[in-house]
């Protein structure tokens, strides 16, 4: 019998540092698509927080496998992030999606 350090990960917690895996691999593509979106509006600029997100997302998976104490407690505070992220995300681009409708109507 080890100590909790020597302890495996539970297959759960296995999936889900594989899924931060995979979403913090989104970093490299979403700052590609923030990049040229720079020149569409500024758009680009909304890109900026979904990177800090899918950069300490990836960094999380790590401390998951390891069985980490406060790994689950980051995971958790970046679920609410990425909510309230998605959340504000949505919120400005209808808003300048409509101004963009106005300017063109006009």
């Not at 020149?39 to 980490?68: D, K, M, Q």
């Not at 909510?83 to 409509?98: D, E, F, G, S």
Request: charged letters at 10%; aromatic letters at 10%.
């Amino acid at each position: 019998m080890g100590t909790w350090w020597s302890v495996a990960a539970p297959v759960v917690v296995k999936v889900v540092a594989t899924t931060s895996f995979v979403l913090g691999h989104m970093f490299v593509p979403g700052l590609l698509a923030g990049l040229a979106g720079l020149a569409y509006f500024g758009l680009g600029l909304l890109a900026v927080p979904g990177l800090v997100l899918a950069a300490r997302i990836y960094s999380n998976a790590f401390g998951l496998l390891r069985c980490e104490l406060d790994a689950a407690v980051q995971a958790h505070q970046l679920q609410r992030f990425a909510l309230c992220l998605n959340v504000i995300v949505v919120v400005i681009r209808n808003n300048q999606t409509l101004v963009l409708r106005y300017q063109v109507n006009a």
